[in-house]
């Protein structure tokens, strides 16, 4: 995965210190396309790497103009070209007097220490630090942009077991492998962390709950097929992830309650057989209860026929009984053949849980909703809105 755009500016500063310093036109006019392919936050960016002070974004470009002044004023001064740090330096502490103890720093110690504050030493992904930051930028720019945003968390299957079994030398080379995958499968816009021990997080921007699914679930698949060092020791007998998908919006509004609930659904995930995906979705009892009518009020059918015998239904999910089994993590077309409707609700519903009853030899079996036309929704939410009314 590409570096986001925070690092790409900063990787650009210390390109165009290194290599432009010294020439006064060569470094204005790249100056200036950065500015313009990253906007005018470059210019407290820059000020900040030089001189590690922080100014908003009209004070920063004030700023540079001076600098350039003094340069061209330095320059003549000592009859040749100097480097544009020696006329910051010399600019904030003769001229403008707001540095009292300078300090230098090598470019390449200082971008190594930047690093190391964001960056997890043994994966090399950004680390929970960073990860919080960028949440919360995140947030910011969904809501400004009414822009969807999902979160997503993995933890690894039965990690301690891994690391009994193997060592903790291996299980750390099994994390770095873990990294490589994910960072595989992500966009340049999307970032990934180590958010702790076994745990990683993805914040996906411009991505709806139905999209963060199938980004994680690719993800699980392609660790579930990778070879990892022992991995047939392990209890599913593969190294094997678990994962919990929430969305801005939709599940929970602030970075704490994404993260909850994110952590809500990897826990459903592990409690119902680990190896899968969970979306979060309201606990079964939040669902809009429905009587025992439903079962004269609705059919919920399969493309291939199989009709299956509604439990409840909400906007998000439904839960029915079913003769046989369904896989966990199984897509399903299904439709919905309300009495009152002379047209079906076609969707498409994902499996999350699977439950036998004992009592009766059926199967209790619990979906979401991952694709669906807003008509369609529109006409379940008025179903329900009858229901509650009876």
Request: glycine residues 4%; positive net charge.
């Amino acid at each position: 995965m590409a570096e986001d755009k925070e690092v790409q500016i900063q990787s650009e500063i210390n390109n165009l210190l290194l290599r432009e310093s010294h020439d006064k036109e060569r470094f204005v006019k790249k100056l200036e396309s950065l500015v313009e392919k990253f906007g005018e936050n470059f210019y407290p960016s820059l000020l900040f790497t030089t001189v590690h002070m922080e100014f908003s974004k009209r004070a920063a470009r004030n700023h540079w103009q001076e600098i350039f002044r003094h340069w061209d004023w330095l320059s003549q001064q000592v009859q040749r070209e100097i480097d544009i740090r020696v006329a910051i330096l010399d600019y904030f502490i003769d001229i403008n007097r707001r540095m009292k103890n300078p300090k230098i720093i090598e470019i390449k110690i200082f971008q190594r220490t930047q690093q190391e504050t964001i960056i997890d030493e043994l994966t090399q992904l950004y680390n929970y630090r960073y990860f919080i930051k960028a949440l919360n930028h995140e947030i910011i720019r969904a809501n400004r942009y009414h822009a969807p945003l999902t979160l997503a968390i993995f933890d690894v299957d039965d990690f301690k077991h891994y690391n009994d079994t193997n060592g903790h030398l291996t299980g750390s080379k099994a994390l770095v492998k873990l990294a490589k995958i994910i960072k595989k499968n992500l966009r340049d816009v999307d970032i990934v962390a180590r958010y702790g021990g076994e745990e990683f997080t993805l914040l996906l921007p411009e991505t709806n709950k139905a999209g963060g699914l199938a980004i994680a679930e690719r993800i699980r698949q392609q660790v579930e097929q990778s070879t990892f060092i022992n991995g047939e020791k392990q209890p599913l007998k593969k190294f094997t992830i678990s994962g919990g998908v929430t969305t801005l919006n939709i599940d929970a509004k602030t970075g704490p309650d994404l993260i909850e609930k994110a952590d809500q659904a990897l826990y459903r995930a592990k409690k119902l057989g680990k190896n899968q995906i969970f979306l979060y979705l309201k606990e079964r009892r939040s669902f809009e209860r429905l009587n025992s009518s439903i079962k004269n009020l609705l059919v919920v059918a399969s493309e291939r026929g199989d009709n299956y015998i509604p439990q409840n239904i909400s906007e998000g999910g439904i839960l029915f009984h079913s003769e046989q089994a369904i896989p966990l993590g199984k897509n399903l077309r299904l439709s919905l053949n309300f009495r009152d409707r002379k047209t079906k609700i076609p969707l498409k519903a994902k499996i999350r849980r699977v439950e036998q009853l004992h009592k009766n030899n059926k199967y209790e079996i619990g979906a979401s909703i991952i694709q669906i036309q807003e008509p369609e929704k529109r006409a379940i939410k008025k179903f329900l809105s009858t229901l509650t009314q009876k």
